[in-house]
């Protein structure tokens, strides 16, 4: 009998052994993230693009100044969009751990097109979609929205606003935005959107109702119009995506 409570003894201890292993390793991955900027390039938003150019390279660092996420890896990835009939709608950089890749990249935008006040964030979002996303749950993933301005679809907007795109489904590359928001939470992509102006506060009330769901909630930042605070409210959203996360994850323990 001594020889088997031995036994028992040690096989107890292996199994714990194994277990904090991998909790560790489980922790480590719940301070990863994937954050993808969809950026508003058009001409409005000249210093927000200026911002990100200079701060863009600063936000690992930035995070890792909280105790709780001193290891934390960030990839970085970014959609610049415009808006329809503009010469190149898109400009994105898929997921990058160096962000001096991603800095380069935004060193080369420059802010041009937009006719009409909205712009097309649903092929901004519809872009970000088709970034090599993490498939692991523990990881976090987030998307942050920079716009001045709503996307098209009289819903969106203030009816008096100048839209060249009334109707959302007539967009010639068929994404609308109750697909796309739907997708976004089907993926586990946490949605943040820094507001830059009063001009999207009811495009950011119909995203509530389409996105919304007991386990998943838009956040709204505000980004100041000349984007001083754009590190902190990147910082901001960041760390509370990965408590959301880690929230989850605590919650599915027994």
């Known amino acids: 009998m001594d020889d088997i409570a031995k036994r028992r003894a040690e096989l107890a201890a292996k199994h714990k052994r194994i277990d904090e292993k991998t909790e560790a390793l489980i922790r480590a991955r719940l301070h990863s993230v994937d954050v993808c900027f969809v950026l508003d390039i058009t001409e409005s938003m000249r210093p927000h693009?200026?911002?990100?150019?200079?701060?863009?390279?600063?936000?690992?660092?930035?995070?890792?100044q909280e105790k709780a996420f001193q290891d934390a890896q960030i990839r970085i990835g970014l959609v610049g969009y415009r808006d329809q009939g503009d010469e190149l709608p898109i400009q994105k950089i898929d997921f990058q751990t160096e962000h001096k890749e991603v800095q380069n990249f935004c060193l080369g935008l420059t802010v041009s097109g937009g006719d009409d006040g909205p712009e097309d964030l649903q092929l901004g979002l519809a872009e970000a979609l088709k970034m090599s996303w993490s498939t692991d749950r523990y990881v976090t993933k987030l998307i942050i929205i920079l716009t001045d301005a709503p996307c098209h679809g009289v819903q969106y907007h203030n009816p008096k606003m100048r839209e060249n795109w009334p109707d959302e489904t007539k967009l010639p590359h068929g994404y609308t935005m109750p697909r796309l928001l739907a997708d976004i939470r089907k993926k586990g992509?946490?949605?943040?959107?820094?507001?830059?102006?009063?001009?999207?506060?009811?495009m950011v009330a119909a995203f509530r109702k389409l996105y919304n769901q007991q386990d998943r909630q838009l956040s709204v930042l505000e980004l100041a119009a000349d984007a001083n605070n754009f590190l902190p409210v990147v910082r901001k959203s960041i760390m509370q995506s990965v408590?959301?996360?880690q929230r989850a994850w605590h919650s599915r323990r027994p």
Do not use: G, H, P, Y
Not at 189 to 202: K, Y
């Open 49 to 64: 693009l200026e911002a990100c150019q200079r701060k863009i390279i600063e936000i690992t660092s930035e995070v890792r």
């Open 243 to 245: 408590r959301n996360t």
């Open 189 to 202: 992509i946490d949605l943040t959107v820094a507001q830059c102006s009063s001009t999207t506060f009811e």
